[in-house]
């Protein structure tokens, strides 16, 4: 199988090298290749995506840009692939030759092979990667080591390789979606949060989604650490992993937070059992928890306003994080969701949905799914737009509630990314008398 090759070599140089995708983890997997010398084919449907300056630097450096639908001849000759990390293999493999195809590796992988052997502490789950990496990295720092936060979180790894800058620990978020395309990246820490049922739009099952996660820890060995939730451990027998195994769950070793939600609590100890392991101590951890503030678009408080509290966990983009977000209160909850729904049990949620939420109010697309699910369960209303949504929430909020954005679906109906919807949501919110 194309993915199984284990190549540890870097990339040679005068080697035909495909990247594809001009996103940010795209050009710098284009810079690093023509640093070693490859020769590099960039494909990208949309050309508008390709920033001017990059694309005259590029192709003043060589490098052949092809843009529209992509082609099995665009990848004849190829050793490397990397694809964008939101291409599916299974779009990718009818490309490429039967016989002696390319080898596909994630930027990650690519930039993995060209470190100079600096120790990675790398988080991967469902939900809270982002939150337990940050964490990490500020306990880290709290004890004084010089850190490089990156990866899916936003800076690609292969934009580290090319700085020339050497940190004491590499920290990286990274998606299944990345992982299934490593062959080679071994962490010297591994942490692996949760899983529950996601991206079922881009994995062919949950299964395949299941193994891409276990990638993490398939090329550590026993003098590397694999840290694990505890409600994993069934799962994780399956895989007969090398590395020591360290479970976890939340804990109220940590006492000043700034954090919302139990499911926090397990993220600062996932974080703090990593950290220990480069000689973190837990006075400087629990340092860093206290100042931590929470990420934006991540259970972020907006406002209050008349007594209601405004909270944004635009993030939330599954049935699973929505869960999270519903047990992080005590108040009751108006409740806003809606969006390109991506699967899961929604009716698995209505003993929770009863116990703590007043009011739904649904915006956008996937109406159909929430009123399938929860008709009959608590009180309902649907707008085509979030700036309606929003002041309905505001109607049947008093003194007292949380009116939060927990949308248990993808953006991508009404906006490019969470980010964008987040920013709407914080917009409206400041706009209310």
Known sequence: MVLERMRTRSVGTGEPAVVIGAGR??????????????????????????????????????????????TPE??????????????????????????????????????WRHLHGEPILAVTGTSGKTTTA?????????????????????????EYV?????????????????????????????????????HLDYHKDMREYIDAKFRLFRCQEEDDIAIIGAALKPLAEVYNLRARKVWFKASDRFARMQLLGAHNKANMEAAWLACREFGVTQEKAARAVAAFKPLPHRLERVAEKGGVLYVNDSKCTTVSSLRVALEAFERPIVLLCGGKFKGGDLAGLTELLRARVKFVALFGAGREHFERAWR??????????????????????????????????SSFDLYPNYIARGEDFRQHVESLS
């Open 25 to 70: 983890s795209g050009r710098a997997a284009v810079q690093l290749l023509l640093r070693q010398g490859a020769r590099v084919r960039l494909l990208e449907k949309d050309p508008a995506r390709i920033p001017a300056r990059f694309r005259a630097e590029a192709e003043a450096a060589g490098v052949e840009i092809r843009c529209g639908e992509h």
């Open 74 to 111: 665009q990848f004849a000759d190829a050793l490397y692939v990397v694809p964008s990390p939101g291409m599916p293999v299974s779009t990718l493999l009818p490309l490429l030759p039967e016989q002696g195809g390319p080898e596909i590796m994630a930027e990650m992988e690519l930039a």
């Open 134 to 158: 940050s964490l990490a990295a500020a306990m880290l720092r709290e004890q004084g080591l010089l850190v490089f936060l990156g990866g899916n979180i936003g800076t690609p790894l292969c």
């Open 162 to 198: 090319l700085s020339g800058r050497r940190a004491d620990v590499l920290v990286v978020e990274i998606s299944s979606f990345q992982l299934q395309t490593c062959t080679t990246f071994c962490p010297k820490v591994g942490v692996l949060l949760n899983i529950t049922e996601n």
């Open 376 to 409: 009959g369960s608590v009180p309902m209303s649907w707008d085509a737009t979030l700036a309606e949504a929003v002041r309905r929430a505001r109607e049947q909020a008093v003194a007292g509630d949380v009116v939060l954005l927990a949308p248990a679906t």
